[in-house]
């Protein structure tokens, strides 16, 4: 079975640009959560999508989007890029919506710099 | 909301000698509790995770964890070092009705040969 994958592996972007990052879940998991990780900040919720839908989203501006196809597969949307948004971009998959003990697979990351 | 304390960001260890990585967490409520690992460039592996029922967890690689409950805590351990143990470990806590992670901020553990 075929873990979680995320494209690109590395991205370098300009400020003011924007970018897209994909995920695509294993197969058969129909939850999806990014996290944004950063040396400083750490590992931060983004938000998670589940059949469609955003189900819960982290203290990030609005600047940050996401959605999720019908095939489970998920994108997230960084627009007019800063520095500070320079970090490793994780996706995680679930079977259900993410809860309680509910074991996360999370794939290498998209490892962004923006200069 | 809840929070995780990982005590010491940076941990070195003998080959052979034990790992010992500690964890702390605030929650009001009962949490289910996990330990990834992170080599360089990679995603988190799930080492092991504690739900209910016994409070000695057993994960891979022959790390194992204890929900201490009066101390809340869920410290890592293994008995003896190996050099691919040397990686980025992270202590997360998550509710039941909760949908996220909160995560500590990650020990660095380095194993000298």
């Known amino acids: 079975k075929a873990g979680v994958t995320q494209t690109p592996r590395y991205l370098i972007k300009t400020r003011g640009q924007q970018v897209t990052l994909s995920c695509s879940p294993i197969s058969g998991h129909r939850s999806v959560s990014w996290y944004q990780q950063t040396p400083g900040q750490g590992l931060q919720f983004l938000f998670e999508y589940f059949s469609e839908t955003q189900r819960n989203k982290g203290n990030f501006p609005g600047r940050f989007s996401g959605r999720q196809f019908s095939n489970s597969r998920s994108e997230m949307n960084v627009s007019t890029l800063e520095l500070g948004d320079s970090a490793l971009y994780l996706c995680a998959s679930t079977e259900t919506p993410h809860s309680g003990g509910a074991e996360a697979f999370f794939g290498q990351g998209t490892r962004l710099t923006v200069v | ?113």
């Open chain 2, 1 to 113: 909301a809840q929070s995780v304390t990982q005590l010491g960001s940076h941990v070195s260890v003998s080959e052979g000698a034990l790992v010992l990585l500690r964890c702390n967490y605030s929650s009001s409520v009962p949490p289910y509790l996990f330990w990834y690992v992170q080599y360089p460039n990679q995603g988190l592996q799930l080492l092991l995770k504690y739900t209910t029922g016994a409070t000695l967890v057993k994960g891979i690689n022959g790390f194992e964890a204890e929900f201490k409950k009066s101390e809340t805590s869920f410290h890592l351990t293994k008995p003896s070092a190996h050099m691919s143990d040397a990686a980025e470990y992270f202590c997360a806590v998550s509710e039941e009705a909760g949908n996220q992670f909160y995560f500590g901020t990650g020990t660095s553990l380095t194993v000298i040969p």
